[in-house]
């Protein structure tokens, strides 16, 4: 079974709009939550993280959200650009086994229009 | 560039075959992972290995095996290749087993 569920699958949003993908997980081991960016014919990239420990982590126009008691996370793209069309990732993983053993959502496939 | 290198970007292979991939992993790192990416089942973590060693295991089959040798690069040996094998097999790498990873482009397996 699918122990992150992502949504939407895709999304389309205008040029200088908010992005925003929804996460959710029930295994309240995972203590890691990354979220990856992926373009076509490319492997995925590491664009945020965050640890249950805070609930919200910005880096530029990524920020992420936490909510531990619902067991949900989303990622928040600002001022989103065209250059921002890909599909992105949420995960999960647990620091007691291994970081790398990452649980990934479905994806979203976000386009940006100019 | 990410500065994991896989080989071959493409392969196309016909059922029954076998087929090796191959991932020299970033400068330093010493652990390797292999992810296959599929429009049936997503990304999968499929096995780790750190330093030589096998540390994790996840979804992988018993016609699949891997290993990472002495120099760090790892191989994996995919065999009784089905159709529902083609997917898009990744492998990332990260300085130890807790540290972030980065993937390299992927080879893209067409089983035929």
């Known amino acids: 079974q699918q122990q992150v569920k992502q949504s939407p699958q895709s999304l389309i949003v205008q040029k200088g709009g908010i992005s925003i993908i929804n996460c959710a997980y029930e295994n309240t081991a995972f203590d890691y939550f990354p979220w990856y960016q992926q373009f076509p014919g490319k492997g995925p990239a590491l664009l945020i993280a965050i640890r249950p420990d805070v609930s919200e982590k910005k880096e530029g126009r990524f920020t992420i959200s936490f909510n531990k008691s619902a067991k949900q996370f989303s990622l928040h793209i600002m001022d989103s650009q065209p250059g921002d069309s890909a599909t992105y990732f949420c995960a999960a993983s647990t620091r007691g086994s291994t970081l790398g053993r990452l649980y990934f959502g479905r994806g979203t496939q976000l386009t940006v229009w100019p | ?112």
């Open chain 2, 1 to 112: 560039d990410s500065g994991v290198t896989q080989t071959p970007k493409h392969l196309i292979t016909a059922t029954g075959q076998r087929v090796t991939l191959r991932c020299s992993p970033r400068s330093g790192d010493l652990s390797v992972y292999w992810y296959q990416q599929s429009l049936d089942q997503g990304l999968q973590f499929l096995i780790q290995y750190y330093n030589g060693e096998e540390r994790a295991k996840g979804n992988i089959l018993e016609r699949f095996s891997a290993q990472q040798f002495p120099d760090l690069h790892s191989e994996l040996n995919l065999s009784s290749l089905e159709l529902g094998d083609s997917a898009l097999y990744f492998c990332a790498s990260s300085r130890t087993a807790n540290e972030k990873l980065f993937f390299g482009s992927g080879t893209q397996l067409s089983v035929l």
